[in-house]
């Protein structure tokens, strides 16, 4: 019978919110935007910047109604300043509200077509049009066809539906622009001059004409709109494929294109980082002179003259809350007397003001480096900066996505730099080459400021100790994750290390002729997974040099589990996950692209009857290790153990930082190496792992949602066909939590290896798996090639 490989949705339901599809320059310093003045440098098509050293926008925080900061549920607001000078801020749940100052009082406005709207219907999308009239999408709650309450919205069906209401309030629906019923309109946007434009799923442009709602193409592109902004004469959209169309309102077709903006939004806006998907790439609002753009992204503002050469930075991103992950673009707003307000995610609403008198970047700065952009390091980042407006804290990576660079380049361009004594100050040394950093004397010792970061911020002592190279100390993880098997108690409770893993697979493909067993079936999969617990075990760290040993051991075990998986499993099937398989290995939920690796996911599949065993690790409580205790509390054959390889008790370090040598006597430097560990940043519940603060991680044993139900979270799985699969999380109880506490503290040994090390055998290694070529010879020539970078 012909097997199909399922890809499979997952919903998430968090309390009452309902997430309905998915899971998880020019002239002098000092005179403002408008006359082309900013902060720090100019983006020219040449690539050039130039410095200058005086004027800087510092931000202060807007206070808005209460009605919309008391909300418990993420409150969503939009912005846009009217045509008067008001500013108009309208929130999903609050409703309409105008300030005549720039937003230093608020005005609730009477909206009766909204206050109606809103307690009978989801409201997706909302736009403000400079008039003051609003479009909307929306979706009534109706289960069967009959209208139900919102609090029946688990049997709700998204349906799209578009309210126009004029100035003076008066409503009206609107119908979609395109005769294909699934062809949704995503979003509205409103001109300068309050015309109404439509964006469809199928990646086509409308005009709307708000009389009598007939829709007017005006052009089509690739992906969904992002983004739209304008000016007088243009619409620049913004793409999901990372690419912009400009358009020219005055001769109604796309314009020339602006290849310095272009440009810009392809190396810049696509990398930026958004965990709230409601956020925008970027925000833009025109200014007072013709054709000009003010655009805010994470990197910070700039301006642009449509058709012009330059993108002139007038705030760097990473002096304010624009660098900030966790700050996602809602709104923007150019406001007179050269000022800015940005609207971020929570509602949260900022002016921006400009000041000749300081200096552009501060004098004293902390430079910091990691291979590759890490999402916790940029957070510490911009929450420092904010704290110490009086040092620049300059990160930089060594790879991105526009560079082309390779690892073994960003690598030699750091050494280079460390040896001239030109590097940073501190080393993110994820995927760098830890050992012979330590082993060179590039890292201070960090024994004796640990030792008084102690007295106030106590760390798990085990989990450094075990960081230590012969007794002295060159990095700490910010945070670290724990290997975990999951699957049927007989199973798991037998494997003791990576051979029995691999007995235990072998023991379930004999009584499992069919059918996955282990949920690998890529060579690669199999490869990565297996290595998070057996890395360390194939280098000595003393003599760096390679034990064919225990490698040895490690390919045969890789070769037996992925043997006994696949046997199972037919050709076609195998052939059908491999094609789907890239889109899988890119799902980032763990930062490496390994979402197969998850504990939570693992244990689903195991749930579900997929697989029989889960080899993962787990990185948080909060929907990840509460789901695995959920099943195991549910279901009396499913357990987890801690998961053991050629490692025993190990643990993954995450976001490992090292001083390098010299900088430890600056102040700032030690300053910012406490911030990353004390109470205030390690409390954050970030997705890169367990805090290694012991009170911090006590804290995550506590439900944050503290009044609802203690199944506080539901996950629904579906095929799309016939299958659903569906599981109320309860937050982990004391025991559980008490069992993970106590796989923390028995950790003794960091089980990754060697980065480069690990993309030789993951690289060489698929041969002696598949068993295209023998282990042995596979292993001699993993040593050579190695033999070579561990001379360096």
């Known amino acids: 019978m012909k097997k199909r490989y399922r890809q499979w949705m997952a919903v998430l339901l968090l ?22 003045q900013g902060m720090s440098s100019e983006y020219a098509a040449n690539g050039q910047s130039r410095e200058k ?9 807007v206070s808005l109604p209460q009605e919309i900061t008391s909300l418990s549920n993420h409150p969503t607001a939009y912005l846009r300043q009217l045509d008067n000078g008001d500013l108009a801020l309208i929130e999903k749940n609050a409703g309409l509200y105008l300030s005549s100052d720039h937003g230093e009082t608020w005005t609730k406005q009477q909206t009766p077509w909204y206050d109606e709207l809103a307690s009978d219907a989801y409201i997706s999308e909302i736009a403000l049009a400079p008039d003051g009239a609003v479009a909307m999408i929306y979706s009534t709650y109706r289960s069967s066809g009959e209208e139900t309450e919102p609090e029946e919205a688990s049997d709700f069906e998204y349906t799209p539906e578009y309210l126009y209401v004029d100035p003076e309030g008066n409503a009206k629906n609107l119908h979609a622009p395109d005769s294909d019923p699934k062809a949704w309109v995503t979003r509205f946007w409103f001109g300068q001059d309050s015309r109404l434009y439509a964006f469809d799923i199928n990646g086509k442009a409308y005009e709307i004409d708000t009389e009598n709602g007939d829709a007017e193409k005006l052009f089509a592109f690739e992906g969904v709109e992002e983004y739209t902004c304008f000016t007088g004469r243009y619409m620049m959209t913004v793409t999901s494929r990372n690419d912009m169309v400009l358009y020219d309102l005055d001769s109604r077709m796309v314009a020339e294109e602006d290849s310095v903006l272009r440009d810009f939004i392809r190396n810049n806006v696509g990398n930026s980082i958004r965990s709230d998907t409601d956020a925008y790439p970027l925000a833009a609002a025109a200014g007072e002179q013709e054709d000009v753009l003010y655009l805010a992204y994470s990197g910070g503002v700039y301006r642009h003259v449509i058709g012009g050469s330059v993108m002139e930075q007038l705030s760097d991103g990473n002096l304010n809350s624009l660098g900030d992950p966790q700050m996602q673009l809602f709104g923007f707003a150019v406001l007179p007397e050269n ?18 008198d300081i200096p552009s970047v501060p004098e004293e700065q902390i430079r910091i480096y990691s291979l590759a952009e890490n999402y916790t390091i940029r957070q510490a980042v911009s929450l420092f900066q904010k704290q110490h407006p009086e040092v620049y804290v300059n990160y930089e990576t060594g790879l991105s996505a526009d560079t082309g660079m390779t690892t073994e380049d960003a690598v030699k361009n750091l050494n280079t730099k460390l040896m001239s004594g030109t590097g940073p100050d501190l080393l993110v040394l994820d995927g760098l080459p830890l050992r012979s950093y330590e082993e060179k004397g590039a890292l201070a010792d960090l024994s004796g400021i640990v030792h008084i970061m102690n007295e106030s911020d106590r760390l798990f002592k085990n989990l450094t100790d075990a960081c230590r190279l012969e ?12 290997p975990l098997l999951t699957g049927d108690r007989k199973s798991v409770e037998q494997v003791n290390d990576l051979a029995s893993l691999a007995d235990a697979v072998e023991a379930l493909r004999r009584e499992n002729p069919e059918g996955a067993l282990i949920g690998l079936r890529t060579e690669e999969e199999v490869l990565h997974t297996l290595k998070l617990t057996s890395a360390a075990a194939w280098v000595d760290p003393v003599s760096r040099t390679i034990d064919q040993e225990k490698l040895t051991e490690f390919l045969q075990s890789a070769r037996r589990i992925y043997q006994a998986e696949t046997a199972g499993i037919s050709e076609e099937e195998l052939a059908d996950y491999r094609e789907n398989h890239r889109e899988v290995w890119q799902s980032d939920v763990t930062g490496e692209g390994m979402y197969y690796a998850v504990a ?28 695995v ?62 805090p290694v603060n012991e009170a911090c991680f006590e804290k995550r044993r506590e439900n944050p949602r503290t009044g609802f139900d203690l199944a506080q979270a539901g996950i629904v799985l579906t095929d799309g066909l016939d299958s659903v699969f569906s599981l109320d999380v309860v937050w982990s109880p004391e025991e559980d939590f008490d069992r993970l506490q106590d796989m923390v503290r028995s950790a003794s040994a960091i089980c990754t290896g060697d980065a480069i090390v690990e993309e030789i055998v993951c690289e060489l290694g698929v041969k002696a798996v598949n068993g295209s070529a023998g282990v042995e010879e596979t292993v001699a020539e993993i040593v050579k090639k190695a033999a070579i970078y561990l001379a360096e």
């Open 600 to 627: 939570s996911a693992n244990a689903i599949d195991v749930a579900m009857g997929t697989q029989k065993l889960g080899a993962g690790i787990t990185y948080g409580v909060d929907c990840e290790f509460n789901v």
């Open 471 to 482: 007794g002295k100390l060159y990095y700490l993880p910010v945070h670290f994750r724990l």
């Open 53 to 61: 050293s005086m004027g800087r926008y510092l931000e202060e925080e």
């Open 15 to 36: 309390g009452v919110m309902l997430l309905l599809e998915g899971c998880t320059g020019r002239g002098n310093a000092g005179a403002g935007p408008d006359s082309g």
């Open 339 to 356: 000022e800015f307000l940005i609207l971020y995610n929570k509602a949260r609403l900022y002016r921006y003001v400009y000041n000749p």
């Open 629 to 690: 205790t959920t099943l195991a509390n549910q279901e009396e054959d499913f357990a987890y153990v801690s998961w053991q390889g050629q490692v025993s008790n190990g643990f993954i370090p995450k976001d490992m930082v090292g001083i390098c040598a010299g900088s430890e006597k600056k102040e700032m430097v030690l300053e910012f190496f406490r911030f990353l560990y004390g109470s205030e940043f390690q409390e954050m519940d970030l997705p890169a792992g367990y």
